[in-house]
């Protein structure tokens, strides 16, 4: 008989998990890229997706977003209209 005792790997809580904040312009270049893969996303995918800070990316989406309190998209946010517009002029200039 082996001693060998198994140890349970203690579960790492998400909210224990200290996110760094990256440089507002590196996060709002890549907050770009993720609006035009996909309209509308919610804060906890966006958290996921930037591993940011929940308060550090509603600061940024405030300016960037409008947040849907209602309709198919409630409770999502997607990029202010001046916003998709210049990054739909962007990939056409090219």
């Keep these: ?19 760094t904040r990256r440089d507002r312009g590196e996060l709002e270049a890549i907050m770009f890229k993720l609006f035009e893969g996909q309209p509308n996303w919610t804060l906890k995918q966006l958290v996921q997706e930037t591993d940011q800070p929940a308060q550090f990316l509603k600061e940024i989406l405030n300016e960037l977003c409008v947040y849907n309190k209602r309709g198919s998209n409630q409770g999502t946010y997607e990029l202010k209209p001046e916003y998709k517009k210049a990054a739909e002029d962007d990939t056409n200039g090219q």
């Design 1 to 19: 008989m082996s001693q060998h005792e198994k140890k349970k790997p203690v579960p790492v809580k998400q909210t224990e998990v200290k996110r």
